[in-house]
């Protein structure tokens, strides 16, 4: 058993650096080989001449596998939670660097942090930082994940949280719709949807090859669009 099993049975989280990197690495590198060994046991259990006894020791071996991998993604995303967390606490003094025009320029505090973390990129740091402040949802990706007999990963929290951000956009952007829709007169209401049923159907792009006759009738009927959207195209006041 190499250290990083011994971490991931224990569940005993590292709260230093110095202990936390190596044991990523080899995580990241056994959760690869465990996905790798999953690939392989489907693909022997997808083997129409597998009598049923071996279809059961594969499935067994893949459920155990499964298992371990689903262990050591959770615990990688803690790990890298407490990354983000220490990485607070890392006091960084602005310092300046000497260009090759011999001029001075500040050199930025994150890439300064990332040198003394010992981490590869800025990309790395503002992941680790990302997962510590969404816990609730590293907590749901790790429950839907077991679920569903996956494994949570860093791009599973990033999706989640990119995901509920674009809902909340939404849902936002329809509640300010409908509320706006709420204080109209049906007969402004009316026009409202029948402007979103044109937009909906009108393509952004006109086919490319257009015959000329289709572009020429096309063509009468966008002026008559335009003629009737007068009031909003020149400013003019509904009624002149």
């Known amino acids: 058993m190499n250290t990083f099993e011994i971490a991931l049975k224990s569940k005993n989280l590292p709260t230093t650096l110095e202990e936390i990197l190596p044991l990523r690495a080899m995580g990241n590198v056994y959760l690869t080989f465990c996905k790798a060994k999953i690939k392989e046991l489907e693909k022997l259990q997808a083997n129409g001449k597998t009598d049923e006894k071996k279809l059961a020791m594969l499935a067994k071996q893949k459920a155990e596998t499964l298992a371990d991998a689903q262990d050591a993604g959770e615990i ?11 990485s607070e606490s890392v006091d960084i003094k602005q310092e300046k660097e000497r260009l090759r025009d011999g001029t001075l320029k500040s050199k930025p505090v994150a890439k300064k942090k990332v040198e003394l973390m010992g981490l590869g990129s800025q990309k790395e740091l503002s ?3 990302f997962i510590k402040n969404h816990p609730k949802e590293v907590e749901e990706v790790k429950k839907e994940a077991r679920e569903n007999n996956d494994i949570a990963t860093k791009t599973a929290v990033i999706n989640k949280v990119k995901f509920e951000r674009e809902k909340e956009r939404r849902e936002q952007a329809e509640a300010k719709r409908t509320e706006s829709k709420a204080i109209m007169s049906i007969e402004e209401t009316q026009y409202i949807n029948n402007l979103e049923r044109i937009i909906a159907l009108l393509p952004t792009e006109p086919p490319k090859n257009f015959s000329e006759a289709a572009f020429n009738q096309a ?10 959207l007068k009031h909003f195209t020149e400013n003019k006041k509904i009624g002149e």
């Open 127 to 129: 992941s680790a930082q």
């Open 219 to 228: 063509k009468g009927y966008a002026n008559i669009i335009i003629n009737r």
């Open 76 to 86: 990688l995303l803690d790990w890298e939670a407490e990354i983000g967390r220490i």
